[in-house]
């Protein structure tokens, strides 16, 4: 984290790196118009399906016109992407002793639309990778909800799949090795968060089911489909392995096999109705996601892990709206709310069968800094009656994302994590910064 504080610092006393509102060329600059879902197409982390066939500008990159290999490599259909997260946090109060921890995540990807490569139309290939370092501050401070997404130390293979469009792209599907947590129970402003708790989806979907969560560190074999009924409405469903070993990436995120034992699927169904979001609307953009999941894997029950229980369902329900633009349509400034609810129908398998949580986004708070973005956010993970110890843990998170450009963005944070009656740990405030800069 130091050599990229280093780095920025002397790029930005050069005058090298452009910020917000600087301009470039027509002939070097992409103009193109941003998808709701996908508000930054050149960062890998994370990289949401919706950003695979979106092109993106040379500001939004450090590397700016000056990267000839990645203007090389688009001519030919080839997109490399990278970016590196880094985040410094310590707890103020909470905890037997104050603990510093610094959790860093360097993400390199690329895809290549195999359309132009070998002309097979609406066919591409996606490869992730990831190298992680650092600590983990939940461990000290006895938290079952992660102050921050980065922690997951050592070099794992990403998401790996073949994605085909269909009739106008109306129908994408994708078979490899993919992550449910990167396409189904995510919202847009879940990103503008720092903890694991809400950023990218409801903590206790992965906690019940670590087959669930997205890399790093693992993967799993699984094909998924979407279809866009019409522009606002669109349905999707997967079908995804449940190696736990995988899951953990077992051999760096390289452990392919199918059965270790475990057995079955991990079933996905989800409907958005994608409010506003078309060129021409002229109302303030929103999304409701509602979806079920279920799985006859095999899981160890609370009571005894040397029992095991068949199977668990599990549903969830998340929105979010803006509800305030001050400068009108086709602007991104303003207020959006969102909420988020999920339940597992399972308590003796699942820790957390109990979730919700609710916020709140305001780009552009200050006038004078448009594409700055405060957020608040309420987190509560209700643990199972069969859990001993009991981990009910609320948290609350006050954040705000300082933009420097579309490729620098630095994020001081604080967050209160109190528990259950139950619990035996103390509450704990943590106070925190994050950089994350798209290379």
């Known amino acids: 984290m130091r050599l990229a504080i280093i780095l920025i610092g002397a790029c930005l006393l050069a005058g090298l790196c452009p910020a917000i509102g600087q301009q470039t060329t027509a002939a070097n600059q992409v103009s193109t118009e941003r998808k709701f879902g996908c508000n930054h197409p050149a960062n890998p982390r994370r990289r949401q399906r919706s950003c695979n066939d979106q092109d993106?500008?040379?500001?939004?990159?450090?590397?700016?016109?000056?990267?000839?290999?990645?203007?090389?490599?688009?001519?030919?259909?080839i997109t490399p992407t990278a970016s590196y997260v880094g985040a410094l946090q310590t707890n103020v109060t909470g905890g037997e002793d104050e603990v510093w921890s610094y959790a860093?995540?360097?993400?390199?990807?690329?895809?290549?639309?195999?359309?132009?490569?070998?002309?097979?139309?609406?066919?591409?290939?996606?490869?992730?990778?990831?190298?992680?370092?650092?600590?983990?501050?939940?461990?000290?401070?006895?938290?079952?909800?992660?102050?921050?997404?980065?922690?997951?130390?050592?070099?794992?293979?990403?998401?790996?799949?073949?994605?085909?469009?269909?009739?106008?792209?109306?129908?994408?599907?994708?078979?490899?090795?993919?992550?449910?947590?990167?396409?189904?129970?995510?919202?847009?402003?879940?990103?503008?968060?720092?903890?694991?708790?809400i950023n990218p989806n409801p903590f206790s979907l992965g906690e019940n089911d670590v087959t669930f969560f997205s890399p790093p560190t693992g993967t799993e074999w699984g094909t998924q489909a979407t279809y866009s009924i019409t522009p606002a409405i669109q349905v999707q469903a997967g079908a995804f392995n449940t190696n736990v070993n995988s899951a953990n990436g077992e051999n760096h995120g390289a452990d392919f096999t199918l059965q270790e034992g475990n057995k079955g699927v991990l079933a996905i169904g989800e409907i958005d109705y994608l409010r506003n979001q078309r060129a021409s609307s002229t109302g303030k953009p929103g999304q409701i996601t509602?979806?079920?999941?279920?799985?006859?894997?095999?899981?160890?029950?609370?009571l005894n892990p040397l029992d095991?229980?068949?199977?668990?369902?599990?549903?969830?329900?998340?929105?979010?709206?803006?509800?305030?633009?001050?400068?009108?349509?086709?602007?991104?400034?303003?207020?959006?709310?969102?909420?988020?609810?999920?339940?597992?129908?399972?308590?003796?398998?699942?820790?957390?069968?109990?979730?919700?949580?609710?916020?709140?986004?305001?780009?552009?708070?200050?006038?004078?800094?448009?594409?700055?973005?405060?957020?608040?956010?309420l987190i509560r993970a209700e643990s199972s009656k069969y859990a001993s110890p009991a981990n009910t843990e609320d948290l609350l998170e006050l954040n705000y994302q300082w933009t420097h450009s579309r490729y620098l963005t630095i994020t001081p944070h604080g967050q209160y994590l109190w528990k259950g009656a139950s619990h035996e740990s103390r509450n704990a405030t943590v106070l925190g910064i994050q950089l994350a800069l798209t290379l």
């Open 56 to 77: 993106f500008g040379w500001d939004e990159t450090l590397a700016g016109e000056w990267d000839a290999v990645r203007q090389a490599a688009k001519r030919i259909g």
């Open 104 to 197: 860093g995540l360097l993400s390199i990807a690329g895809s290549a639309n195999l359309g132009e490569l070998i002309g097979i139309r609406g066919l591409s290939v996606y490869v992730g990778t990831s190298w992680g370092t650092g600590s983990n501050l939940g461990a000290p401070l006895d938290s079952p909800i992660l102050t921050s997404v980065l922690y997951a130390p050592s070099f794992y293979l990403g998401e790996m799949y073949l994605q085909q469009k269909l009739w106008g792209a109306k129908l994408t599907i994708l078979s490899g090795r993919v992550s449910a947590a990167n396409s189904f129970a995510a919202l847009p402003v879940f990103a503008n968060y720092v903890n694991y708790g």
């Open 308 to 377: 095991h229980s068949d199977g668990y369902s599990g549903e969830y329900v998340m929105g979010q709206q803006m509800v305030y633009r001050p400068d009108g349509r086709g602007t991104s400034q303003g207020a959006t709310v969102w909420g988020a609810w999920a339940h597992n129908s399972k308590d003796i398998v699942s820790p957390i069968p109990m979730f919700w949580g609710g916020g709140l986004s305001y780009e552009g708070l200050i006038p004078a800094r448009k594409n700055d973005t405060f957020s608040a956010g």
């Open 290 to 302: 509602v979806g079920f999941l279920h799985s006859n894997n095999s899981f160890p029950s609370l």
